[in-house]
């Protein structure tokens, strides 16, 4: 336990279950002295984030379908009943048709490109718009993103393009509110077992890569995206802002399979 983030009050989107890179993320915050609310997508998931929220002392746990502007609207609201200011904002969402991640990137849908695009990329941009007015001493927004946006990775298809417009985006939000003291950065996370990652085809294939050809050798954990999130989110990151942090066992420097690595 650390006071890194004591006096901090912000909020998480995107938790789902103690499996959520959210959860890894919102532990470490709260370990360091953070004040947190949190969003759900949708009612089944209410009775799962609100034991886990009090888990870690909050007690504001409010709905939010980030596809809709009224509903990112009546999160903000319900937030500015509780708190006059936030600190930081965490956005661990993305969807996207599970059918189309495996198969052929080029046979994508018009409808789950328009979908893939709006959940997993615009959001973040409407979320941070909303954000920023009530950061009136500066901030620290995070989003979640994944090495398919940079290289070709097997069955990410239309999520790689996705996750590489929302990497660019990052970099347009650092530019607009920097001048006002807020940060916008995102981590990039190497595979780990998740709800949203079990759509992915062949994600058991993909983790046995990453641990068997990672500089580290291994995978990693959602306490140590947790950790990384802790330095982008607090004073340790002030001079950080428009990056793109990976935290995967240094996997998006390798350019060949190891040598040692056993087959698969
Ligand atoms: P997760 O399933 O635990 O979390 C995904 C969350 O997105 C869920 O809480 C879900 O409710 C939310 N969501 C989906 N559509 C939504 C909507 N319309 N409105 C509001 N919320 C919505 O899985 P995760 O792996 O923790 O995913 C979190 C983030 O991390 C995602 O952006 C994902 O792409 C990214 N990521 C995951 C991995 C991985 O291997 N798990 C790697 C790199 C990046």
Redesign the pocket.
């Known amino acids: 336990s650390n006071n890194l983030m004591a006096g901090k009050r912000g909020l998480i989107?995107?938790?789902?279950?103690d499996?959520?890179?959210?959860?890894g993320i919102a532990r470490q915050l709260a370990d360091a002295g953070a004040e947190l609310a949190f969003?759900?997508?949708?009612d089944a998931?209410k009775k799962r984030v609100e034991p886990l929220a009090a888990q870690l002392g909050s007690d504001i746990v409010l709905p939010?379908?980030?596809?809709?502007e009224a509903?990112i609207d009546a999160l903000f609201a319900g937030l500015a009943e509780r708190w006059d200011n936030i600190d930081f904002i965490v956005?661990?969402?993305?969807?996207s048709d599970k059918n189309e991640l495996r198969g052929r990137y080029v046979d994508t849908s018009r409808g789950n490109f328009a979908l893939s695009m709006d959940?997993?990329v615009y959001?973040f941009t409407a979320v941070v718009q909303r954000a920023e007015k009530m950061m009136k001493n500066g901030g620290s927004c995070l989003?979640?993103?994944?090495?398919g946006a940079e290289k070709v990775m097997p069955h990410y298809n239309v999520?790689g393009v996705a996750?590489a417009a929302?990497e660019a985006s990052v970099k347009y939000l650092a530019e607009d509110l920097g001048k006002d003291g807020i940060r916008v950065n995102a981590?990039?996370?190497?595979?780990?077992?998740?709800?949203?990652?079990?759509g992915?085809g062949d994600?058991r294939y993909i983790?046995k890569w990453n641990e068997y050809n990672s500089p580290l050798r291994r995978n990693v954990t959602?306490d140590e995206v947790g950790k990384s999130a802790l330095f982008l989110l607090s004073d340790l990151g002030s001079g950080t802002t428009g990056e793109n942090l990976h935290v995967d066992a240094g996997y998006h420097v390798v350019g060949m399979k190891a040598v040692d690595a056993p087959d698969i």
């Not at 989107?13 to 279950?17: C, H, I, R």
């Open positions: 989107m995107g938790l789902a279950n499996k959520s890179i959210a959860w969003s759900f997508q949708g998931l939010c379908d980030v596809g809709d509903s956005h661990a969402i993305g969807f959940i997993s959001s989003t979640l993103t994944y090495y999520m996750k929302l981590i990039s996370a190497g595979p780990i077992k998740t709800l949203a990652a079990s992915i994600f983790m959602i």
